[in-house]
T-cell receptor
Framework: AQSVTQLGSHVSVSEGALVLLRCNYS??????LFWYVQYPNQGLQLLLK????ATLVKGINGFEAEFKKSETSFHLTKPSAHMSDAAEYFC????????????WGAGTKLIIKP | ETGVTQTPRHLVMGMTNKKSLKCEQH?????MYWYKQSAKKPLELMFV???????ENNSVPSRFSPECPNSSHLFLHLHTLQPEDSALYLC?????????????FGEGSRLTVL
């Protein structure tokens, strides 16, 4: 079955440190991959997406993610964390053979320490 | 106008009340979705409408009744809810064949059932 796993329900980093949020998917067919961010009491906002073009994808707010087919991963990174990055981050995947229905990870709450 | 608009943003209701949540999208999409987001739980897909026809209903209790009168509007009618129905209800829209099914979300309606 197709699924998405986000490692770590909470990730804590110091301000200025590297942010790494992990996302792995399971599927034998090519995926479309997404990262969304949710600030408190708001909806989800698209950070970036992979749709079979370049494997290194740059998004908003200095985030980027790399699609690694061999590892079935799409980890989200940012070189230097800012206090405003504190939010919940969701990884999602879709497939053409599933009518592009998004399958969601459980989310990772990013905590920034001053 | 913003892409996806949800009203009201906050709603408090008793268990015997009847209320409705409204969603409107101005993106020309042909699919609309209702999600439920509860604390400490993954995103739950409730309903999907494609071309104004319901294509998915994930075992949602009948006290939640969706309505999609046209491709731009989606309602969630609520009646005789339970306290455990308190959650953030998110509306989203998409054009599934474009960009791998990327979803565009509203800000959400925070529902509290007393």
């Amino acid at each position: 079955a197709q699924s998405v796993t986000q490692l770590g329900s909470h990730v804590s980093v110091s301000e200025g440190a590297l942010v790494l949020l992990r996302c792995n998917y399971s599927s034998s067919v090519p995926p479309y991959l997404f990262w969304y961010v949710q600030y408190p009491n708001q909806g989800l906002q698209l950070l970036l997406k992979y749709t079979s073009a370049a494997t290194l994808v740059k998004g908003i707010n200095g985030f980027e993610a790399e699609f690694k087919k061999s590892e079935t991963s799409f980890h989200l990174t940012k070189p230097s964390a800012h206090m405003s990055d504190a939010a919940e981050y969701f990884c999602a995947v879709s497939f053409m053979d599933s009518n592009y229905q998004l399958i969601w990870g459980a989310g990772t709450k990013l905590i920034i320490k001053p | 106008e913003t892409g996806v608009t949800q009203t009201p943003r906050h709603l408090v209701m008793g268990m015997t009340n009847k209320k409705s949540l409204k969603c409107e999208q101005h993106l020309g999409h042909n699919a609309m979705y209702w999600y439920k987001q509860s604390a400490k739980k993954p995103l739950e897909l409730m309903f999907v409408y494609s071309l104004e026809e319901r294509v998915e209903n994930n075992s949602v209790p009948s006290r939640f009744s969706p309505e999609c009168p046209n491709s731009s509007h989606l309602f969630l009618h609520l009646h005789t809810l339970q306290p455990e129905d308190s959650a953030l209800y998110l509306c989203a829209s998409s054009h599934p064949e474009r960009a791998g099914g990327e979803l565009f979300f509203g800000e959400g309606s925070r529902l509290t059932v007393l």
